[in-house]
Each structure stands twice: as structure tokens, then as C-alpha cells.
């Protein structure tokens, strides 16, 4: 079994790596295929896709490179989403995709980890995020459980609301409001490029020293979330924020 996860601020990292563990499988960090626009083929039968949560589905980069990689040996497959709060109507998409590539869907597991979307809400102290973390303990022990006995996950209950988030307001969402023109960078950068180094879109480039971002973005929030002189702005909604990275919480089991 394989372990595939994407990250943008170390949530569904943590979580991959508690099921890796648990189930004594290999990690594989998507991002640096995402980047480097490449699809490894997975030679397994039984793969679990962790993600983030993003508008209700899981991010459209993931989604983009499992109907382009090569998963013709893989026959069952879980999702673990991380989240805020809710995972909408993502199972619908999930199974859709896993019948798409030829998997059995197992079931997809949301997993509620601090929130971490800056551009358009407040992240929490860094003790409440520990309480958070702790907190979800359980429902990562629950998700390692059925990885490593092979069985599928408990349905997921969707409201009408949550429907429609995941249908709707997706879309919208992403048409709408994942703006790349609206980070801007203060005189506070110190022109170190890790905001570039991170995006997996190589949606930044560095220009005279200084970030500037194209229209590819898909809100990871990496750059403005991981810059170390707290230089990157969202409009004028993150002045005031406090950035969110789990390593920045130096949480302990």
C-alpha cells in the first residue's frame, strides 16, 4: 500500500504520515510531481490520497494528476480530506474519479485540522490549533484502522448546504475568487524565493528579487503561510492574520 498526499501547510502531511506509520506504507509526496508536471505510475494495489480541502473538493491540481497518472494497477482507493469544517459533497467527486481511473471507491474519511485558509479566515492561536490536533486523534485513529484492515469507510452524512457548497459554489469559488494578482509583497521581503520554491504550480516568479504571481494559483496559501518575514499580503484581508504552518506549532504526540 502507498500513502499519496498533498499538502499546503502541513496538515494533510501530518495525517499521512500517521496512516504511513500505522500501516507501515510508503509516503509519497505529490508535490514535487505536481511541480515538475510529471505522473508516476503507482505500482500498488491499494493507494490513500490525502488532501487538503479545497472548496468542498479536494485541490484541482491532485485531481488533475490522478486522471493523468498511471493507476492501471491499482484496485482500491481511500481519500482522507482534511478540513476546517466540512468536506461538502467531495465523496460524490471521489468515487466518480476512482470509477473514472478503475478503482473501487473505500470511502472517503474528512479529517478536521486548524483552519488554515488566510485569505479569507482567521487562523487560530496556536494552542487552540494544538487542541484541535488533539482532538482529531481519534478520527485519525479510526481512518489508520480501516486503511490497514482493508475495509471502506463509514458514509459520510451530506446536507442539502453541503451539496451545494461542493456543486455550486466550487465553481464559483474558483472562477471567482483564487486571484494569484491579489498577493502582493512588502518591503519586508528579503528576497530569499522560498515563496517561488514552494508554489507547485511555478506560478511565481522572481523578478529583481521579488515575487510576483501569475494567474495559475490555486490558493494553497504555502507562499504567504511559509515566507519567513511575514512579507506576503492577501489584499489587505491578512495584515492583520496570524500565518498558520504546522511545523510552526512545534505540536508533540
Known amino acids: 500500500m502507498k500513502v499519496l498526499f498533498f499538502t499546503g501547510t502541513g496538515n494533510s502531511r501530518y495525517v499521512a504520515e500517521k496512516i504511513a506509520e500505522a500501516g507501515k506504507c510508503e509516503l509519497i509526496d505529490l508535490r514535487p510531481q505536481i511541480k515538475k508536471n510529471i505522473q508516476e505510475p503507482v505500482k500498488d494495489e491499494e493507494v490513500v490520497f490525502v488532501t487538503p480541502t479545497y472548496a468542498w473538493k479536494i485541490p484541482k491540481a491532485v485531481e488533475e494528476w ?10 482500491k482507493a481511500w481519500f482522507v480530506m482534511t478540513c476546517g469544517d466540512s468536506i461538502g459533497n467531495a465523496c460524490q467527486y471521489n468515487r466518480e ?14 479529517i478536521i485540522m486548524p483552519e488554515n485558509y488566510i485569505a479569507m479566515f482567521n487562523t487560530p492561536s496556536k494552542a487552540e490549533s494544538k ?5 482529531s486523534r481519534p478520527a485519525i485513529e479510526r481512518t489508520c484502522e480501516c ?4 475495509e471502506k469507510f463509514p458514509p459520510v452524512r451530506v446536507t442539502v448546504g453541503q451539496y451545494l457548497l461542493t456543486r455550486v459554489v466550487n465553481p464559483a469559488f474558483g472562477k471567482f475568487f483564487i486571484k494569484g494578482y491579489a498577493f502582493s509583497v512588502g518591503d519586508e521581503c528579503n528576497s530569499c524565493g522560498k515563496c517561488a520554491e514552494l508554489c507547485v504550480m511555478n506560478n511565481i516568479l522572481m523578478q529583481d528579487g521579488r515575487p510576483e504571481w501569475g494567474e495559475g494559483c490555486i490558493h494553497c496559501m504555502a507562499c504567504i503561510s511559509y515566507c519567513p518575514k511575514a512579507a506576503i499580503q492577501y489584499g489587505t484581508a491578512t495584515e492583520t492574520r496570524e500565518r ?5 506549532l512545534e505540536y508533540r504526540k
Open 244 to 248: 498558520y504552518t504546522f511545523e510552526g
Open 147 to 150: 486503511v490497514k484492515k482493508g
Open 66 to 75: 490522478i486522471e493523468l497518472a498511471d493507476l492501471s494497477e491499482v484496485k
Open 131 to 135: 487542541r484541535i490536533i488533539t482532538k
Open 97 to 110: 474519479l476512482s470509477v473514472k481511473k478503475g478503482m473501487e471507491y473505500m470511502g472517503t474519511a474528512p
